[in-house]
Every structure is written in structure tokens, then in C-alpha cells.
């Protein structure tokens, strides 16, 4: 380990972030302080391939606990990339002289609205901040927005998927997947304007489905592959109940291998076809 100057901006545990020039390497950060016989403040990153140096501990000291022996290091803050906030990427994409649609991962849309994909590498892996930013300025550019493709970013907290909805008014189809989603249990999103939803490899699983229900009240699509999912866990039942927009619900490369879970699903709309 090695010192260095203190960041600009400040991490906190939960956040996600990725190492200095790999894009590809993207951990959690479980711990924000010093440690012991070294100066200033290092951060304690859990990494998603498991490709660390601990399991969160140092000379004998514990500071967090990593999902595995060897998933967890501490790095300095200059040494992780943040990402940037929406803001930055919106102001990325419409005051770039780029005139490539595949530079900036924007593509316009016959019938009018715009279907907008962030590319991880060119807008340096998306996150929303702390605080989300306010998009007053590009509201006009934003009135016809209506899909949203943030999948392999930074992104991790459900309520700043919902301030993104609440700023795009005319939304039906955002993409998560790939965006370690954390769990929740109050604060629920707003996203009830949503038809289209795709968390893939989020680690999303049916409790959090359960809990977005009532927010996915126009839901149409809903694909959640990839997940680990191997229970439905209906709310209140013992059949999922509600989902009355519902017509296609995704649960490919999950890990169901019981009929008795299938079932569960019986009470949704004829029209559900599930893949």
C-alpha cells in the first residue's frame, strides 16, 4: 500500500466502484477510514470476481467482511473511479461535438421519443450521486425519452432508479442489469409509469419483487434473469397475486427446479407467457 493525496469526492459503504483504468474490475466499497500503522483514509472494497487480497481484516484487525477470503482489498481513494453523476452523462451527450450515434450510445426513434444507452466505457460506468442531481436544464431534451439502457454502470440504490423515472416523464422501459441493486425494505421507487423493466444479474430476488409491486402497477415486461432465484415467495398468499398488466415474465438462467414454484405463479393474468 502506498500514500497518496486525500479524493475530492467522498465513498461511503454501499457504494460501487470500479479500479482506475479497469472497467471491467467493480467491487462494493465496505469500509471508509484508516488503518492501522498506515496514514490518511483508505477504502475497503469487496470485488465482484473475488479477486482480492482478504477477506476484509489486516494485521490482525477486522474492517469489514468480504463475501470471501480473498475478495477484499484496501485501495486508495485516487486509485477508484466513481463514475459520473446523470447530469454529467446527459451534459456528455448533448454538448459533444460527436455526431456518431455508437460514440454516445444515443439512437433516435421513429414515432418520436428517443431511446437512450449509456455505454459503460464511453461514459465511464454511469452512477447517480449521493444527493441525484436535478435535470431542470434538460428537461426539454428529456420530455420524450422513452427507453433507458443503464445496464453495467455504478448504479446500486433503488431510490435514485426512482428520481430518474420522476425527472423522464414519458419512461416505459429502463434497463438495470448488471447493476448490483441493494435490497430494501421502505422508500419504495416510484415507477409505476414503467411497462418494461430488466434486471438481470442484479441479485434481485422475488422478496424484492414482492416489495416492487405495488410500484410496477402498469408493468407489462419484467425480466429478472440470472438472479439466483431459486423460490417464489409470494407476500401474502401462496400464489403471487397483482401483476395485472403482466404479459411476460422472464426468469431464464435462475436456479427454479421445483414444479411447487411454478405453481406459485398460477394466479397471474392468462395472457403471462414465462420464459
Same mark, same amino acid.
Given at each position: %500500500?502506498?500514500? $497518496?493525496?486525500?479524493?475530492?469526492?467522498?465513498?461511503?459503504?454501499?457504494?460501487?466502484?470500479?479500479?482506475?483504468?479497469?472497467?471491467?474490475?467493480?467491487?462494493? +466499497?465496505?469500509?471508509?477510514?484508516?488503518?492501522?500503522?498506515?496514514?490518511?483514509?483508505?477504502?475497503?472494497?469487496?470485488?465482484?470476481?473475488?479477486?482480492?487480497?482478504?477477506?476484509?481484516? %489486516?494485521?490482525?484487525?477486522?474492517?469489514?467482511?468480504?463475501?470471501?477470503?480473498?475478495?477484499?482489498?484496501? +485501495?486508495? *481513494?485516487?486509485?477508484?473511479?466513481?463514475?459520473? $453523476?446523470?447530469?454529467?452523462?446527459?451534459?456528455?451527450?448533448?454538448?459533444?461535438?460527436?455526431?456518431?450515434?455508437?460514440? @454516445?450510445?444515443?439512437?433516435?426513434?421513429?414515432?418520436?421519443?428517443?431511446?437512450?444507452?449509456?455505454? *459503460?466505457? +464511453?461514459?465511464?460506468?454511469?452512477?447517480?450521486?449521493?444527493?441525484?442531481?436535478?435535470?431542470?436544464?434538460?428537461?426539454?431534451?428529456?420530455?420524450?425519452?422513452?427507453?433507458?439502457?443503464?445496464?453495467?454502470?455504478?448504479?446500486?440504490?433503488?431510490?435514485? @432508479?426512482?428520481?430518474?423515472?420522476?425527472?423522464? *416523464?414519458?419512461?416505459?422501459?429502463?434497463?438495470?442489469?448488471?447493476?448490483?441493486?441493494? *435490497?430494501?425494505?421502505?422508500?419504495?421507487?416510484?415507477?409505476?409509469?414503467?411497462? @418494461?423493466?430488466? +434486471?438481470?444479474?442484479?441479485?434481485?430476488?422475488?422478496?424484492?419483487?414482492?416489495?416492487?409491486?405495488?410500484?410496477?402497477?402498469?408493468?407489462?415486461?419484467?425480466?429478472? %434473469?440470472?438472479?439466483?432465484? $431459486?423460490?417464489?415467495?409470494?407476500?401474502?398468499?401462496?400464489? @403471487?397475486?397483482?401483476?395485472?398488466?403482466?404479459?411476460?415474465?422472464?426468469?431464464?438462467?435462475?436456479?427454479?427446479?421445483?414444479?411447487?414454484?411454478?405453481?406459485?405463479?398460477?394466479?397471474?393474468?392468462?395472457?403471462?407467457?414465462?420464459?
Amino acid at each position: %500500500m502506498q500514500d $497518496s493525496q486525500e479524493p475530492r469526492h467522498e465513498f461511503w459503504v454501499g457504494q460501487r466502484v470500479r479500479a482506475l483504468g479497469d472497467p471491467q474490475r467493480i467491487g462494493t +466499497v465496505k469500509y471508509v477510514g484508516p488503518i492501522e500503522g498506515y496514514s490518511d483514509t483508505w477504502v475497503g472494497v469487496d470485488w465482484d470476481n473475488g479477486e482480492g487480497k482478504h477477506d476484509g481484516s %489486516m494485521n490482525g484487525v477486522r474492517y469489514f467482511h468480504a463475501k470471501s477470503d480473498r475478495s477484499g482489498s484496501f +485501495v486508495r *481513494p485516487h486509485n477508484l473511479n466513481q463514475g459520473i $453523476s446523470l447530469l454529467e452523462a446527459l451534459e456528455s451527450r448533448y454538448k459533444s461535438d460527436s455526431t456518431k450515434d455508437e460514440e @454516445v450510445g444515443v439512437k433516435g426513434e421513429k414515432g418520436g421519443g428517443w431511446k437512450v444507452s449509456f455505454v *459503460p466505457h +464511453v461514459l465511464n460506468r454511469l452512477r447517480t450521486e449521493k444527493d441525484p442531481c436535478t435535470l431542470t436544464a434538460f428537461y426539454f431534451l428529456l420530455i420524450d425519452i422513452k427507453e433507458l439502457d443503464l445496464t453495467g454502470n455504478l448504479l446500486s440504490e433503488w431510490k435514485d @432508479v426512482g428520481t430518474i423515472c420522476e425527472q423522464l *416523464p414519458a419512461l416505459r422501459t429502463i434497463n438495470l442489469s448488471n447493476n448490483l441493486m441493494s *435490497p430494501y425494505k421502505t422508500n419504495l421507487p416510484i415507477l409505476k409509469i414503467i411497462q @418494461v423493466l430488466v +434486471v438481470n444479474n442484479t441479485g434481485v430476488d422475488w422478496e424484492q419483487v414482492e416489495l416492487l409491486r405495488q410500484s410496477l402497477s402498469t408493468i407489462e415486461e419484467l425480466h429478472i %434473469m440470472g438472479n439466483n432465484i $431459486s423460490r417464489i415467495l409470494p407476500g401474502s398468499s401462496s400464489t @403471487v397475486q397483482g401483476f395485472d398488466c403482466l404479459r411476460l415474465l422472464n426468469l431464464e438462467n435462475n436456479c427454479i427446479d421445483e414444479w411447487n414454484e411454478i405453481m406459485k405463479l398460477s394466479q397471474l393474468r392468462w395472457s403471462l407467457t414465462t420464459d
